[in-house]
């Protein structure tokens, strides 16, 4: 880790997810003195796969997990739109080498956890603590402080909210709402891709569009052991808690849903032995991320529907801007630097949001460069206007 500065903050993150860990290795490599907080006693393996896009991976590059996930990763040579029952194709993204040799950087699919744990091994001993729960957060001229449920109260010259889509740093911001159900749930999970005997997916991404629902399905594993899919599709949430981001799934229920789905769907649900759900949830964009020294990243101030395959990778997006614009800053200049974040990040969160709503990403052809081709590292910095 970089030795303390003059300029080195105290950096009080709020939530271990991908974003407020990587915003942690980042800041802490830039010298700066950060605690992450949170909630949860352990960091569990659910099943669930994840897309790294180009613009993803130079963030995992710069915190030291990209040789890490090449080694594991699935690295699909494309990406395909398909019809859903008669398996028509109806776009064709070429990966692989191409779109590394395009945009500087690999496309890798991988298990969640994989890349959680690739992020932490980065993170310098003893900056995240477990079992932090959050009871309220206060700012003033001279620094913010957290309240947690232990008694304890920690002081900082700033304060990340990464605490996910039900933040509590972002109803201490901007008072309580809550997300907006979409109507609509996802079941996903992973399973060993030796439980579909002789039948296989084809090794690429596929995702089956249907009427009024799809299914996304990949390798998670470089060597395709290990199968992943998520759907999405009407549903009533009444079983949702804000607890529950994961709750266990009926079988029975997602296969009804998928019934007259190309055979090569139904190999994979008749192959997998349990699933997860979520309901999809949202905001409109919210009219601030920022509150004196303390501001918002990833879920907390931009949650957005997965049809992107971008939420994890806006919030890399947001620690690298993070962190490039409290580079060399001291307190007195923290709030001006975070004002500098929101104004630089938010335009680019808000549009990928509204564009992820739709649902249209990939159905036909599509240029992705303006997502994909986004570098943190070169991008402006914007400065926000009073």
Not at 22 to 47: I, K, N, P
Not at 181 to 202: D, H, K, N, W
Not at 270 to 296: Q, S, T
Not at 348 to 369: H, K, L, V
Request: hydrophobic letters at 40%.
């Amino acid at each position: 880790m970089t030795a303390m500065t003059t300029t080195s903050l105290s950096v009080a993150i709020v939530g271990g997810g991908i974003g407020g860990l990587a915003a942690a290795v980042l800041l802490a490599q830039d010298g700066h003195r950060v605690r992450v907080f949170e909630q949860a006693s352990r960091f569990a393996r659910v099943g669930a796969g994840i897309q790294m896009t180009p613009n993803a991976m130079k963030v995992l590059r710069r915190i030291g997990a990209e040789r890490a996930l090449r080694r594991i990763a699935f690295r699909a040579p494309a990406g395909i739109s398909r019809e859903w029952d008669s398996g028509n194709i109806t776009n064709e993204l070429t990966i692989g080498d191409e779109i590394e040799a395009r945009f500087g950087a690999p496309y890798l699919f991988m298990h969640r956890a994989d890349l959680h744990a690739a992020i932490l091994a980065a993170l310098p001993a003893g900056i995240a603590e477990l079992n932090r729960k959050l009871v309220g957060v206060e700012s003033s001229s001279a620094g913010a402080m957290l309240a947690f449920d232990d008694g304890e109260c920690v002081t900082a010259d700033v304060i990340i909210g990464a605490d996910g889509v039900h933040s509590l740093v972002r109803e201490n911001m901007l008072g309580p709402e809550q997300p907006r159900f979409t109507g609509r749930v996802a079941y996903r999970t992973t399973f060993p891709a030796s439980l579909m005997g002789s039948e296989r997916i084809t090794p690429v991404r596929t995702k089956w569009w249907g009427p009024d629902r799809h299914m996304v399905v990949y390798y998670v594993t470089a060597n395709h052991d290990e199968v992943y899919f998520v759907t999405s599709q009407p549903e009533d949430a009444g079983w949702m808690t804000p607890e529950s981001w994961s709750a266990r799934g009926e079988l029975k229920t997602l296969r009804e849903a998928y019934a007259g789905f190309h055979p090569e769907v139904q190999a994979v649900l008749r192959a997998c032995p349990e699933v997860h759900k979520w309901a999809l949830l949202e905001r409109d964009p919210l009219p601030r991320w920022v509150e004196g020294n303390v501001a918002l990243l990833g879920d907390a101030c931009h949650p957005m529907t997965p049809y992107m395959a971008q939420g994890a990778a806006s919030a890399l997006e947001d620690a690298a801007i993070l962190s490039r614009c409290l580079h060399d800053v001291g307190r007195g200049g923290a709030e001006a630097a975070l004002r500098r974040y929101e104004a630089t990040r938010k335009p680019r969160a808000t549009e990928i949001q509204g564009n992820s709503r739709a649902n249209n990403w990939m159905r036909n052809a599509t240029d992705p460069a303006w997502v994909y081709g986004y570098d943190a590292w070169t991008t402006p910095l914007i400065e926000a206007q009073h």
